[in-house]
């Protein structure tokens, strides 16, 4: 059966429709699926988290490559689609629960397969890479413009170097809007991160570098040493110092500081 006549098929069946307000956009493309499983280089031995199985059209495909898949899925009404569907398979089961909110379970090894609603993507992001158990990859299917800035493909951002501290990001492949049922107004991508076994910052000092970065982030319009004066209360001038210091352009804006930058930074300023 052609996707979109399947997920239609479906969602008549249970007398549903796709919600705005969960961000669901129906993925109806195959050959952006074959991408995604692709991309994930799955095994016979995995365990996988899936955020967002909406119908089940990834989930299916899930199921029959790895041991285990957990389904997290926000939506009352989709838990039911999937629990039905896959009833009587013995390596998959549905919570329903706020992804966000979700305690990851597992305590071993797993990946992270998903097409997620675009709105809770940074704050999902964090939610795996920054966990105590931490995937060992993630495949992901995002807004490209995101996309894009993770990988720090169009100008860095904050969630750029709050991914990249964690992993190293990619794109596998763009998905145009009309992949999706209903078509969102944008472009999407697959965005693979390969989750590094240790951060690129030691564990206790992680805390204020991740403060420090966001405080340097935080009014993209403000030079740097205006946005840390504040934070570590001292004059602008005397920030600009400090920059200077470490090799870093009294003048510069956070986009223009790599992670060593920000290290260099935090251990000058802890002194």
Known sequence: MDRLLEIKSLLKHYDLWAKKSFGQNFLI???????IVNAAELK??????????????????????????????FDEDMVNVVSDRFSEK???????????????????DYKVVANIPYYITSPLLKHFLQAENKPTVMVVLV????????????????????????????????????????APKVDSAILKINVHEKPLV???????????????YGQKRKK????????YRMEKNEMKVIL????????????????????????????
């Not at 013995?90 to 305590?107: A, G, M, P």
């Open 29 to 35: 493309d195959d050959e952006a699926l074959d991408n």
């Open 44 to 73: 016979e031995d995995d365990r996988v988290i899936e955020v967002g199985p909406g119908t089940g059209v990834l989930t299916e495909q899930l199921i029959e490559k790895v041991a285990h898949v957990t389904a997290v899925e």
């Open 90 to 108: 013995e390596n998959f089961e549905v919570v329903h629960s706020d992804i966000l909110e979700y305690e990851i379970q597992e305590k071993g």
């Open 143 to 182: 807004q490209k413009e995101v996309a894009e800035k993770v990988c720090g493909i169009t100008g860095k951002s904050l969630i750029t170097v709050e991914t990249q501290l964690f992993g190293a990001p990619e794109i596998i492949a763009e998905v145009p809007a009309e992949s999706f049922y209903p």
């Open 202 to 216: 030691d564990a206790a000092d992680m805390k204020e570098f991740l403060k420090l970065v966001k405080v340097g």
């Open 224 to 231: 740097l040493a205006g946005n840390l004066a504040a934070l």
């Open 244 to 271: 200077s210091s470490v090799n870093i352009n009294p003048d510069a804006r956070a986009e223009e500081l790599s992670i060593d930058d920000w290290k260099l930074l935090l251990t000058k300023l802890e002194k």
